[in-house]
């Protein structure tokens, strides 16, 4: 394989553990995780509740700080960074879909999306109605937060999370809230988003959308037990159903 054939590793894993004192108890959430992400690649994680599948997302966004090993992403490394450094790392490496949403109270639809643009400088603002246009939500851009259903609530943070066009997407749940055609509508944009210079990492409990996937990976008691593509190769969505 030549140079310009070697996928880039977006995302880096070596060692890495988080633990928790709950009163005298250590409670282990990851347990020496090693793990790369290249650019291009749609990875699910599986595992039951408790396995360390928000943790880990936690981490590799910055919004947690492993208590050992070292953590890379986007070429820096996160775990060794300043504060400054992972301020400037979480407006412009990493994109958040979070399973509470997350968007600002006061701030409308198209606000929120807008944010998203403002803080990564990736796009122009006015591309804001596009991106919810595209899941489906172009008649309700001046709608606050609590004037949107859950599910629309939810697509309003996937759009604001696709808004960013950073090159690290983190999607917790993502179609937690959505019928099945949303659902499979926001699948197909998450999925075209891991491309060039780009790589999505979603996490779920819905095994369904493993199907899809590049690579499934399996966590179970903070450790990676399985990680590899889905059997068959990955599906076309058209062939999803749940």
Do not use: C
């Not at 590793?9 to 282990?28: C, I, M, N």
């Not at 986007?74 to 949403?101: E, K, N, P, W």
């Not at 959505?178 to 988003?193: C, N, V």
């Amino acid at each position: 394989m030549t140079q310009e054939q070697t996928p880039t590793p977006l995302v880096e894993l070596h060692g890495v553990a988080r633990r928790y004192q709950v009163g005298p108890a250590t409670v282990t959430a990851l347990d020496s995780v090693d793990l790369r992400i290249d650019e291009g690649e749609f990875v699910v994680v599986l595992g039951p509740s408790g396995s360390g599948k928000t943790t880990l997302l936690n981490v590799i966004g910055a919004l947690d700080t492993p208590s050992e090993g070292r953590i890379i992403v986007g070429g820096q490394d996160i775990s060794s960074a300043s504060r400054g450094q992972l301020f400037d790392f979480r407006r412009r490496t990493v994109s958040f879909i979070f399973q509470s949403f997350n968007l600002f109270p006061g701030l409308t639809a198209r606000e929120n999306v807008e944010f998203g643009i403002d803080a990564s400088g990736r796009r122009e603002r006015s591309e804001a109605v596009k991106m919810l246009q595209d899941v489906g939500l172009g008649d309700r851009i001046n709608h606050f937060p609590h004037q949107l259903s859950g599910g629309e609530q939810q697509r309003v943070a996937v759009a604001r999370a696709l808004a960013t066009d950073n090159p690290v997407l983190l999607a917790d749940e993502p179609t937690g809230e959505l019928d099945f055609r949303t659902g499979t509508q926001i699948l197909e944009l998450l999925r075209a988003e891991a491309g060039p210079g780009h790589a999505v990492l979603v996490v779920t409990h819905n095994r369904e959308i493993s199907r899809i996937a590049d690579r499934v990976i399996e966590l179970s008691s903070g450790r990676i037990v399985s990680d590899g593509p889905p059997p068959g190769g990955p599906a076309p969505i058209s062939e999803l159903h749940w």
